[in-house]
């Protein structure tokens, strides 16, 4: 996966879940084996096996005091991965005390859970399910012998996880001090952005659980210091940064409980929102500007203007020929209603929350905002 011959922007990499598991299983095999090897052959949560280079392979100690240390850089392949390059490692120890148990330990750099809602254990090491069982499976597939007598204790971490942990979302999940080990299959997908996909759904799950009823969805950071604003009296996690993710967050809304949704954004997202996209990244759809020309003649703007805008290749053209024609604030309140009509129909969300759509202009400023009937 890693061929030079494979055209860039298409080669695809490993998750920390996956080059974790490479780790420890490469100690594990040294502590059966008395050296830790230099390429190792790892089984992925998929199915899929694959060698990874091992590096800083090493056996330390004698008897039940015996431990082994490896470590595998990860490879995000063509994805724009903020832990591409982590050093993922992985030291493994005897424990005499408990024959045949593998437990599993976060190390510096790996995150510690301090909030609920996330499917681990308060306290615990931001470990996701599957890349624990897969360590665990990798652990037991070299070392079965050894736990027939002793028991193994794996700790994972990622000396520059502290600082790699700045440019993720985990600080407001709760999760503090590194980097979450994560991954479902093993492979990392060239901008498949999966780990924030993830990460949006966690967002929601952590809100759901602070018993105020709401999540506050947005677009980007702008959108969401606006939204703070409008709800002071929410703490930060209610508010999630849903980036083009609307469908995985409402369905996990829904999947929660929550009775409210609020959605902050700005003109071109809420404009893919009314048209009927719910995952709106650039190259998903087009912007429907002949919606936006409907909505402009539906406030009254002239049909020459009505005509530009529906030829237009942007929403934000249709927004500077409002704010001309002293329409903005109607214009947008036009568009805000279109959204909630839009995700409050019987076939998509109908009434499982009471939604309220805020709009901003590009520097934060409120415009408009609608609401669905309570």
């Known amino acids: 996966m890693m061929d030079k011959t494979v055209k860039r922007g298409t080669r695809t990499g490993f998750t920390t879940g996956a080059c974790a598991a ?10 059966v084996e008395g050296t830790v090897p230099a390429e190792i052959e790892s089984l992925l949560p998929n199915g899929d ?18 431990s082994a240390h490896a470590m595998v850089v990860k490879f995000a392949g063509d994805d724009p991965d903020c832990t591409d390059g982590a050093h993922l490692t992985a030291d493994v120890q005897v424990d005499a005390a408990r024959p045949g148990v593998v437990t599993l330990h976060g190390g510096f750099g790996v995150g510690t859970v301090t909030m609920a809602g996330l499917g681990l254990e308060v306290g615990g090491p931001a470990i996701n399910p599957v890349p624990r069982a897969n360590i665990e499976v990798n652990v037991r597939e070299v070392a079965a012998g050894l736990l027939d007598e002793v028991g193994l204790s794996v700790t994972i971490s990622v000396p520059q996880g ?18 979450s080990i994560l991954g479902t299959t093993g492979i990392v997908k060239p901008y498949s952005t999966s780990a924030y ?12 659980t602070l018993g105020h009823g709401v999540v506050v969805l ?4 702008r959108t969401e210091q606006f939204a703070m604003r409008e709800r002071p009296a929410l703490p930060a996690a209610c508010f999630v940064q849903m980036g083009d993710f609307l469908r995985y967050a409402l369905d996990e809304a829904v999947a929660q409980g929550l009775r409210e949704v609020v959605i902050g954004g700005m003109v071109g997202k809420l404009t893919k929102i009314a048209q009927g996209e719910t995952i709106t990244h650039a190259n998903r759809a087009e ?7 409907e909505l402009a003649a539906g406030i009254g ?14 929403a934000r053209f249709a927004a500077e020929r409002m704010e ?4 903005l604030n109607e214009f947008h309140a036009a568009l805000a209603q279109k959204v909630v009509a839009t995700l409050t129909a019987p076939e998509r969300y109908g009434l499982r929350f009471h939604l309220q759509v805020l709009v901003c202009d590009f520097e934060g400023r409120k415009i408009a905002e609608a609401s669905s009937a309570r």
């Open 218 to 221: 947005t677009t980007g950071g």
């Open 197 to 208: 996909r993830a990460s949006v759904v966690q967002g929601v799950q952590v809100a759901a």
């Open 301 to 314: 703007a002239p049909l020459d203007e009505c005509a530009a805008i529906a030829a237009a290749e942007t």
């Open 324 to 327: 001309a024609l002293g329409l």
């Open 49 to 66: 096996r694959v060698r990874f280079v091992v590096h800083d392979g090493r056996c330390e100690g004698e008897g039940t005091g015996r």
């Open 22 to 31: 490479a780790a420890a299983r490469a100690a594990a095999l040294g502590l």
């Open 162 to 179: 502290v600082e790699m942990a700045k440019k993720t979302l985990n600080a407001r999940l709760g999760i503090l001090g590194g980097i």
């Open 287 to 293: 912007v429907d500007t002949g919606l936006l020309a």
